[in-house]
């Protein structure tokens, strides 16, 4: 795969394992309304190294998980080697073109703040139709645009100080439009009554003051990481780091001060493939 593709070097810039361990329960809750069965076939697509894979695979399914980030795709491996899963097995994809993949193989693919990432959403749209058999569900979690909450409000701060994307360029949180959803699955051939909507909160915990939190995303996180190395350059670095640890403060629920426990809504899809 091509080392100069924008999308694949933003998510290995960074380490999102690190970010990941603060997810591990709310990936595990989602996984458990998936109503997963032993054997059934499961793609996760933007997997990172497998807050859902992992949780899907001890449930009995057969999980695969791919992902852009070679260094993701390494740690998933590892975590299901440590774990003795031999039912999930992680690999290097892109969601735009999902080579190798056969139609019609998957009962269900999720994507977890995973496929929201790519570019070209429409041919994403495609891909994840194409793989999921007839009968199939697809289950996407995507961040939604100005929504007051955590991750929304961490992408809209970095955006604020990075210069802007190319022309042309179509914002992952654009996923989170219910619209964009229908018009990117209807080109895929899915009617619109197939998909259907849900606002659902993942919870981010992480051992450590707020600010500390901050600093984990600053180090690890690729949009973030990039935000500071502008920030940088324009000599706004305080101004940046004080807004997001403003943002992690004022939205944290933990009484403990070695504990940070922060709240982010998101648009759940679920889509029936005929
Ligand atoms: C925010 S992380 C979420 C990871 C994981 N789903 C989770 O819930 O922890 C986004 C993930 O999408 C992956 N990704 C971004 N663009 C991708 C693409 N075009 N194809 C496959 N994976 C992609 C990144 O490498 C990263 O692991």
Redesign the pocket.
């Known amino acids: 795969m091509d080392q100069m593709n924008p999308?694949k070097a933003l998510?290995e810039k960074g380490d999102?394992t690190r970010i990941?361990a603060s997810?591990r329960e709310s990936?595990e809750a989602l996984v458990s309304t998936l109503g997963i069965t032993t054997g059934l076939k499961i793609l996760?697509?933007?997997?990172?190294?497998g807050?859902?894979a992992v949780p899907a695979a001890k449930l009995g399914a057969d999980v695969l998980g791919?992902?852009?980030?070679r260094n993701?795709v390494e740690a998933g491996n590892q975590r299901a080697a440590e774990q003795g899963l031999t039912n999930l097995r992680f690999r290097e994809?892109?969601?735009?073109n999902l080579v190798g993949l056969q139609d019609n193989t998957f009962d269900l693919v999720v994507s977890?703040?995973?496929?929201m990432?790519?570019?070209k959403p429409f041919d994403v749209a495609k891909e994840m139709v194409r793989v999921t058999r007839s009968g199939g569900r697809i289950v996407m979690g995507n961040w939604i645009p100005n929504d007051p909450t955590l991750v929304a409000q961490i992408l809209k701060i970095s955006a604020a100080y990075t210069p802007p994307p190319p022309e042309g360029f179509i914002s992952p949180m654009t996923w989170g439009i219910e619209a964009n959803v229908v018009e990117r699955f209807a080109s895929a051939g899915i009617s619109g009554s197939n998909i259907s909507f849900l606002r659902d909160t993942y919870r981010f915990n992480f051992a450590g003051g707020p600010s500390e939190l901050v600093d984990v995303f600053r180090r690890y996180y690729g949009p973030t990481m990039n935000a500071f190395e502008a920030a940088e350059k324009s000599g706004r670095t305080e101004d940046l780091r004080k807004e997001l640890e403003a943002l992690f403060e004022s939205q944290n629920t933990s009484r403990r001060k070695d504990v940070t426990s922060i709240p982010a809504t998101f648009l759940r899809v679920t889509v029936k493939v005929n």
């Open positions: 999308n998510w999102f990941a997810m990936g996760d697509l933007g997997c990172g190294d807050t859902t791919v992902d852009i980030a993701l994809g892109d969601a735009t977890i703040f995973g496929a990432f790519a570019p």
